[in-house]
C-alpha cells in the first residue's frame, strides 16, 4: 500500500473562514448571541467541540447550556452505539416545538461521526426537517461559512465530504478546562475492528505534525495547563504516515522536555502496537502517568479472532505481565464488549477469567450494539438481548468488586495529586486525580486548583477516594 501524508488544510482556506468570523463578529457587535453545543462520544468529539467553541467565540457568541436562550445550538453526534443515535434523535424531535416558535433566530446544526454516514442525513433532512446546517467530521473548519449562508441567505445547509486526507491547524478552542486540555495528535483509524463504525466515519489514520503539537503544548504550558491527554484512536501508530518517521514514544519524549506541564496522558493504546519503546519511554519520562488504558474487548482468543484485534489472550496477559514488571504501580484500564455475535458461555468465562487476572483498576463495559456497514452486524449469529444483559451484569459486579478492592488498598496511602477544582459531586470539596488516575476528593482552599499536592487517603469507594490534605 502506498503511503499516504496528510495534507494541511492551505493557511488561506483557514484564513478565509477567519475572514467570515470576522463579519459574524460585526454583525452581532453590541449584541447578545449564544451557543450551546451538546457532544455525545469520545475525548476526540469533544476535542472537535471545544473547536467549534472557539470559532463561535470569535464570532461572537457566548456559551450557554440552556437550550432556550441559544441562538445556535449544535449536536455534535457520535454513532459508535446505537444508544448514542437514539439520544440524538430523542433531542431533534424535542428541539421541534423551540424551533417552532423562534424560527430564524434559533440556527439548529448537527455534525460528528453519524453524520457521515448518508442514510442517517437523509433520515435527518426527511424527518427533522427544522434542522439548518448538517456537516461532517471532515469539514469542521468550513464552519463560519456554513453559519454565514444560513445568517445572511437563509440557506439550508447540508455539507458531508468523504475525502478524509486533511488536517485544519490553526483553529480557535475555546477549552472546557483550565488545567487539563486535550491534544488531538492524529485522526482517522485503519485497523477495522470487525465490530466497529470508527474507520468508515473518520477515515484512515493521518498524523499531525510533531512541530504542530510541539507548540500546541507549548502554548498550553504558557496558558498555564498542567496537564495534557493526547487523543488518537490508536496512539501506537502515531507518526507512521509522516515523512520524518517520528514514533509515538519520540513524541513523548519531546514533550515531556516541556517546561510548566506537569502531567502527560494519552488515550487509545491499540495492544497490538504497544511497543517495548513505549514502555522505557513511560518508565524513564517522570512527566508520563503511571496509567494505560488498554482495551481487550474480549477475553477469548476465538471471539478476539472475529474481532479482527490481531492477539490473543495469552499475548495480551503477557503484554500486562511486561508493563507491571517494568513501572511498577501502572494502573490499567480497559475497554470490554459482551455479546459479540457467536459469544458463547465459555468466551464470555475467558472475559471473567482475564478480568479476575488482570484486576483492571476500571472497565468500561458495552453491550454489543450492531452498526450497519460493519462486518459483525451481518453476523447471523447474534446473541440474545437477555443474555447479553445478564453477562453485562456479571461483568459489572465483578469489576465494581475489583475497582474497590484495588481503591481500598489505597487506604492511609500518601498521594501526590494534580488539583483539578471543584468537585462536581460535592461543592465543598476540592478533586484531583493521582497519577493512576484515581478521582481523590478532599477538603482544602480553592487556590490549590493547578497545583500538585500530597494528600493521605482516608476512605475509598468504588469510583472514588477521599483525602486528607497533608499540611
Ligand atoms: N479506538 C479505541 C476506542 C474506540 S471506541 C480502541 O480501539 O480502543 C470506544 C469503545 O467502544 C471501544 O473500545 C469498544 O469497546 C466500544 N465499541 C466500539 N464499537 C462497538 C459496538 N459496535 N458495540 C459495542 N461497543 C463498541
Ligand atoms: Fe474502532 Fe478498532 Fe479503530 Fe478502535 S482500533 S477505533 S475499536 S476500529
Ligand atoms: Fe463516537 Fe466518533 Fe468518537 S463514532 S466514539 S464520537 S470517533
Redesign the pocket.
Known amino acids: 500500500m502506498s503511503k499516504r501524508t496528510a495534507v494541511c488544510v492551505p493557511e488561506q482556506e483557514i484564513e478565509e473562514q477567519r475572514e467570515i468570523m470576522r463579519k459574524i463578529a460585526n454583525l452581532n457587535e453590541g449584541k447578545v448571541r449564544r451557543y450551546s453545543i451538546h457532544t455525545f462520544g469520545?475525548q476526540l468529539n469533544e476535542n472537535d467541540s471545544e473547536k467549534l467553541g472557539g470559532m463561535l467565540a470569535g464570532m461572537g457568541y457566548e456559551e450557554t447550556d440552556d437550550f432556550d436562550k441559544s441562538d445556535i445550538i449544535i449536536f455534535n453526534t457520535c454513532c459508535?452505539?446505537e444508544n448514542a443515535e437514539q439520544k440524538v434523535f430523542g433531542h431533534l424531535g424535542r428541539l421541534k416545538m423551540l424551533k417552532d416558535q423562534k424560527g430564524d433566530n434559533l440556527v439548529l446544526a448537527v455534525c460528528g461521526c453519524m453524520m457521515q454516514q448518508q442514510e442517517i442525513v437523509d433520515y435527518i433532512m426527511n424527518t427533522y426537517r427544522h434542522v439548518d446546517i448538517i456537516f461532517g467530521t471532515h469539514n469542521l473548519h468550513k464552519f463560519p461559512e456554513m453559519l454565514y449562508k444560513k445568517l445572511i441567505n437563509n440557506e439550508k445547509v447540508f455539507d458531508v465530504i468523504d475525502t478524509d486526507g486533511y488536517i485544519a491547524e490553526g483553529l480557535p478552542i475555546q477549552r472546557k478546562d483550565s488545567v487539563k486540555a486535550w491534544v488531538t495528535i492524529m485522526y482517522g483509524?485503519n485497523?477495522f475492528?470487525s465490530?466497529?463504525?470508527?474507520p468508515y466515519v473518520r477515515g484512515r489514520e493521518r498524523s499531525r505534525s510533531v512541530n504542530e503539537i510541539v507548540n500546541e503544548v507549548k502554548m498550553l504550558a504558557q496558558q498555564d495547563y498542567k496537564e495534557i491527554t493526547l487523543l488518537g484512536?490508536?496512539v501506537n501508530s502515531y507518526g507512521k504516515d509522516l515523512p520524518d518517521m517520528t514514533t509515538f514514544p519520540m513524541l513523548l519524549e519531546k514533550l515531556n522536555g516541556i517546561d510548566g506541564i506537569k502531567r502527560i496522558r494519552f488515550m487509545?493504546s491499540?495492544p497490538k502496537d504497544l511497543s517495548d519503546e513505549l514502555i522505557r519511554v513511560m518508565r524513564e519520562c517522570d512527566k508520563i502517568a503511571p496509567h494505560l488504558h488498554l482495551?481487550i474487548?474480549s477475553g477469548s482468543t476465538r471471539i478476539l479472532q472475529s474481532m479482527n484485534r490481531k492477539y490473543t489472550k495469552e499475548q495480551y496477559l503477557e503484554l500486562v505481565d511486561k508493563l507491571r514488571a517494568n513501572i511498577p504501580g501502572i494502573a490499567l484500564t480497559t475497554?470490554?464488549?459482551v455479546g459479540f455475535p457467536d459469544e458463547s458461555e465459555e468466551d464470555f468465562e475467558e472475559t471473567l477469567d482475564v478480568v479476575n487476572r488482570v484486576r483492571f483498576d476500571s472497565a468500561?463495559t458495552?453491550?454489543?450494539?450492531?452498526?450497519a456497514g460493519?462486518p459483525?452486524a451481518k453476523s447471523d449469529k447474534q446473541v440474545p438481548d437477555e443474555v447479553k444483559k445478564a453477562r453485562f451484569d456479571r461483568l459489572l459486579e465483578l469489576q465494581n468488586r475489583i475497582s474497590r478492592e484495588i481503591n481500598e488498598t489505597y487506604l492511609n496511602r500518601t498521594c501526590e495529586i494534580l488539583v483539578e477544582g471543584i468537585s462536581k459531586t460535592n461543592p465543598h470539596m476540592l478533586t484531583g486525580r493521582t497519577g493512576t488516575n484515581k478521582i481523590v476528593n478532599f477538603e482544602g482552599p480553592s487556590n490549590l486548583k493547578g497545583n500538585l499536592i500530597k494528600v493521605k487517603i482516608i476512605d475509598a469507594k468504588t469510583w472514588h477516594l477521599v483525602g486528607k490534605l497533608l499540611k
Open positions: 469520545c459508535v452505539r483509524c485497523n475492528c465490530y466497529c463504525i470508527v484512536q490508536n487509545t491499540h482495551p474487548q475497554d470490554i464488549i468500561y458495552f453491550l454489543f450494539s450492531r452498526r460493519t459483525a
